[in-house]
């Protein structure tokens, strides 16, 4: 059988990426306190580290989401009927081929729409599907899930998946006009599948985020590294210890990255000179842990009603179901 090569719509400019890049590092390096954004852990050798930290064995969320697809992917085709699958992150993991195969043996999947920011990564996931599920339809989108859920094409009804615990990276207020633009692209009746990460032993979580090979500092300090790249920074990487810290007032999970010694980076492509003092920190990701009555009460208001709710064999992590209203 003769593959066609996915179609692929582009609502990002090819600066895009480095245009936000320096304006991230500009506001939260000019900021009290210092941060920079998860999502720049993500280059080549950031996605490496990751799927090496899901692996491990303190890292929990992702087998166990993988638990509760395993045993729930068959109900969730029979309770959407979806025609088309969404994936928000560009999706050919073992994850997104379950509920590709629970769909199409259901007997209703006719399309498949990752959405990514970076073309390259959508390409490859795209083209990995379409390999393993010919008679589909794989239909990209390269865009940013915070700017363009209106654009997703994709014939009704619709399944919007936002998996592996990422709304957790989400702010509050962030979290809230997230699912208010999920709920504007979607007919009512169409569906979002979500994964939230929830509250548990304090030691467990640090645990998963502080792991004894150190994988996961690395990871965090790779973000250095990103900069160092592409803006010319003299980021001393090694300089840097990894930190991750339980708030039990927020329920969160903070990664810090702190300063062993008092130090100046230049940034020249953006013609910044940061100070560090020496112990100080600066926070690169927010993590949030959730329970199922503050899950229900942001979801309901965002307008959607509960679908479902399950969680795998040791309530580490929920997977639920939400019909737009």
């Known amino acids: ?41 993500y280059d080549a050798r950031g996605s490496e580290l990751f799927e090496q930290i899901t692996r491990l064995p303190e890292y929990y969320p992702t087998r166990a989401e993988r638990e509760i697809l395993d045993a729930r992917a068959g109900e969730i085709a029979a309770l959407t009927g979806a025609h088309t699958l969404v994936e928000l992150g560009s999706g050919s993991s073992e994850k997104t081929r379950l509920l590709l195969q629970a769909l199409h043996d259901h007997g209703t999947l006719s399309t498949f729409v990752p959405l990514d920011v970076s073309e390259v990564a959508l390409r490859d996931a795209a083209r990995a599907i379409n390999a393993d599920f010919p008679a589909l339809t794989v239909h990209g989108v390269v865009g940013d899930f915070t700017a363009h859920l209106d654009r997703l094409p994709g014939e009704a009804p619709r399944v919007v998946a936002f998996l592996g615990g990422t709304i957790g990276n989400l702010l509050p207020a ?78 969160w999970i903070e990664m810090h990255l702190r300063a062993d010694r008092a130090m100046s980076v230049l940034i020249p492509e953006i013609g910044l000179e940061v100070e560090f003092a020496e112990g100080e920190e600066l926070s690169t990701e927010v993590s949030a842990k959730f329970r199922r009555e503050g899950v229900e009460a942001e979801l309901t208001k965002g307008g959607f009603a509960a679908g479902a709710w399950w969680t795998d064999s040791e309530d580490r992590f929920a997977l639920s179901l939400w019909q737009a209203l």
């Open 1 to 41: 059988m003769t593959l066609i090569d996915p179609t692929i719509d582009i609502h990002l400019t090819p600066d895009y990426a480095s245009r936000a890049l320096r304006a991230d590092a500009r506001a939260g390096l000019t900021a009290e306190p210092k941060w920079l954004a998860p999502k720049w852990f």
């Open 174 to 251: 962030e979290r809230a006009e997230f699912y208010t633009s999920v709920r504007a692209a979607l007919e009512p009746g169409e569906w979002l599948l979500l994964g939230t990460d929830l509250v548990k032993d304090p030691d467990v979580l640090v645990r998963a985020y502080d792991d004894a090979a150190g994988v996961t500092a690395e990871f965090n300090r790779n973000v250095l590294r990103v900069l160092n790249r592409q803006l010319g920074a003299d980021f001393e990487v090694e300089a840097f210890s990894h930190r991750a810290i339980w708030d039990p007032e927020n329920e």
